[in-house]
């Protein structure tokens, strides 16, 4: 079982900028790739960035991709998903997820992964 939580989100103004995190327990953090994923009233949840086990391969969607950033640290168990120049669009519920993966590997299909976080609520106001 892994436990993860999710903090950092709360109210900004657009143009401004969070950083959120998520702290993962009950496992080897390192043996899991980890994603983030977003989920906005109505629509269905999907994903944001997502890194590999090393480190070294990041997908990030085409929306974000000039302005997130995602990073982990094995050593604390934590994975980030720093967030700049937010817009309205980008208001939803975010989550952090953990699958089982090879070193290399990631993936932004939702279903591949097996823990989920609480998520935490992000709201860009115009």
């Known amino acids: 079982q892994v436990l993860l939580v999710e903090s950092g989100g709360g109210l900004v103004q657009a143009g401004e900028s969070l950083r959120l995190s998520c702290a993962a327990s009950g496992r080897t953090f390192s043996d899991y790739a980890m994603g983030w994923f977003r989920q906005a009233p109505g629509k269905e949840r999907e994903a944001v960035a997502v890194?590999?086990?090393?480190?070294?391969?990041?997908y990030r969607e085409d929306s974000v991709k000039d302005r997130f950033a995602i990073s982990r640290d094995n050593a604390k168990s934590t994975v980030y998903l720093e967030m700049n120049s937010l817009k309205p669009e980008d208001t939803a519920v975010y989550y952090c997820?953990?699958?089982?993966?090879?070193?290399?590997?990631?993936?932004?299909?939702?279903?591949?992964?097996?823990?989920w976080g609480q998520g935490t609520q992000v709201t860009v106001s115009s």
């Open positions: 997820a953990a699958k089982r993966s090879d070193y290399y590997g990631y993936s932004y299909l939702l279903w591949e992964y097996e823990y």
């Open positions: 890194i590999s086990r090393s480190g070294g391969n990041t």
